[in-house]
């Protein structure tokens, strides 16, 4: 079992810059890929960012290419989601999530393993 637990969301003025993290649970971390997800009201759960479990493979969402940055730390079992230059439309609920040994594929699919509950980030403009 793994445990996922996110924070660092807020509200942030458009052009702002948030750094999330994902805390997992477990000794096993470095054999997971990780994903970001993101689910806006009214709108279905999108994908936003992976990192495969080597860390060598990232792989972003076009919408946020170029201003967000996906990168994980083993030895605290934590991986982030640097985000500069928020819009509005950044607005949403992001959460976090694993799979053992999973591809970027896998991951851009949402076959995930395990989930966090999410933090919200909130962009004004």
């Known amino acids: 079992q793994v445990q996922l637990v996110e924070s660092g969301g807020g509200l942030v003025q458009a052009g702002g810059s948030l750094r999330l993290s994902c805390a997992a649970s477990?000794?096993?971390?470095?054999?997971?890929?990780m994903g970001w997800f993101r689910q806006a009201p009214g709108k279905e759960r999108e994908f936003v960012a992976a990192?495969?479990?080597?860390?060598?493979?990232?792989y972003y969402a076009d919408s946020v290419k170029g201003r967000f940055t996906i990168s994980r730390e083993n030895a605290k079992n934590t991986v982030y989601l640097q985000m500069n230059s928020l819009k509005p439309e950044d607005t949403a609920v992001y959460y976090c999530?694993?799979?053992?040994?999973?591809?970027?594929?896998?991951?851009?699919?949402?076959?995930?393993?395990?989930w966090g509950r999410g933090t919200l980030v909130t962009v004004s403009s």
């Open positions: 477990g000794r096993t971390f470095g054999s997971y890929s």
């Open positions: 999530a694993a799979n053992l040994f999973g591809t970027i594929a896998t991951i851009r699919a949402g076959a995930l393993d395990y």
């Open positions: 990192i495969r479990w080597s860390g060598g493979n990232t």
